[in-house]
């Protein structure tokens, strides 16, 4: 298909479909004390809840062409990056739930996955994970390595002071630097028209004197070829890039909003195109792969995610002696 790799393509379906049935599983799990009146601070997995089904193909397309030398930096929406960056399954999930066995000992939460072993780091504020890539891509220019820094972004964020000065210097200073910026047309509820003043943000890389390039309807497989060649770029010294992907955000901005500022019927006219059961039939159809074998591919992939979260519920909270203990008062 298109001279990808077949390992390459079996990985993004793995990954993509790994990250699907992750979010699937959490948001009936975040509804648990939920329910019947929805209370945010209730039930084992309090706070807000984003989830990125639809989105995958943005983390997939570009992780792919990355080690666990690169950096990724992501944001609130984190987990289909987490999932993609090799980030610890059963941690990752036990760190959701609060508990002592998760990446930060349960301080974290959902916002804040952290995995120094494979460079994987997140966070709540609204762009402020790419000035923390352009950070790495400058320390690893100064170390002489060929590791890249990638920042995953939603397209509000690209409205941020942040996305603008860090351009500006990963620009000036020739980084290797990559954002992706993941367009689901929505920030919150406000759609994207009405936020940014051109429809693509990757022609802002004109600004910059650096590249751009656009991948439309939510498409692994573009992404994937657009993405290796910003990374090889950013790998021989060519300088960063903006990569924008139109992408879908099935789910509310966050578990509980009530949608009241979108069509209802957007969703179900985004779900019939949806790329993990669009990749699957090409697969089948290129004969990389039979019907049988994506089938236990699948199984594989919900063993895994069901054993993380047995995992994660399973583990003990920390004791309230160590509140203070791992953070910064
Ligand atoms: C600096 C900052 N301002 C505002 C917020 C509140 N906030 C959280 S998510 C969000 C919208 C982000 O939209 P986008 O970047 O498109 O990402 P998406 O939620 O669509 O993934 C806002 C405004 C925040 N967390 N940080």
Redesign the pocket.
């Known amino acids: 298909m298109d001279n990808i790799r077949k390992k390459d393509l079996l990985w993004m379906y793995r990954v993509m479909k790994t990250s699907r049935c992750f979010e699937e599983r959490m948001e009936k799990e975040y509804l648990e004390g939920k329910q019947p009146i929805f209370n945010i601070g209730s039930g084992p997995v309090p706070g807000e809840m984003?989830l990125s089904n639809g989105q995958e193909p943005a983390a997939a397309g570009m992780i792919v062409h990355l080690t666990k030398n690169d950096t990724v930096t992501a944001?609130?929406?984190p987990h289909h990056e987490a999932i993609a960056k090799g980030v610890d399954l059963n941690k990752m999930t036990a760190e959701i739930y609060g508990k002592k066995t998760g990446l930060s000992k349960g301080k974290g939460g959902h916002m804040h996955l952290f995995d120094p072993k494979v460079k994987f780091s997140c966070g709540?504020?609204?762009?402020?994970g790419i000035p923390h890539a352009v950070g790495a891509a400058l320390a690893n220019k100064k170390r002489n390595t060929n590791w890249v820094a990638v920042a995953f972004?939603?397209?509000?964020?690209a409205n941020?002071g942040a996305f603008h000065e860090s351009l500006n210097l990963a620009a000036l200073w020739k980084l290797p630097f990559i954002v992706v910026v993941?367009d689901?047309s929505?920030?919150?509820s406000v759609a994207k028209e009405n936020s940014t003043s051109v429809p693509f943000n990757c022609t802002r890389a004109k600004a910059y004197d650096i590249n751009g390039y656009y991948v439309k309807n939510n498409d692994p497989v573009e992404m994937y070829k657009v993405s290796k060649e910003a990374v090889e770029r950013a790998r021989n010294d060519e300088g960063p890039s903006i990569i924008e992907i139109k992408t879908d955000?099935y789910l509310g901005?966050f578990q509980g909003d009530p949608e009241l500022y979108r069509n209802k019927k957007e969703v179900p006219s985004l779900i019939k195109k949806d790329p993990i059961s669009k990749l699957r039939k090409r697969l089948i159809k290129a004969n990389y792969v039979t019907i049988e074998e994506l089938d236990t591919v699948d199984s594989l992939i919900i063993k895994e995610v069901n054993t993380a979260y047995e995992f994660a519920k399973h583990s003990k909270y920390p004791e309230p002696a160590e509140a203070l203990e791992d953070v910064f008062c």
């Open positions: 984003h944001t609130h929406r709540g504020i609204v762009g402020a972004i939603g397209e509000g964020a941020t993941e689901n929505w920030a919150i955000r901005h």
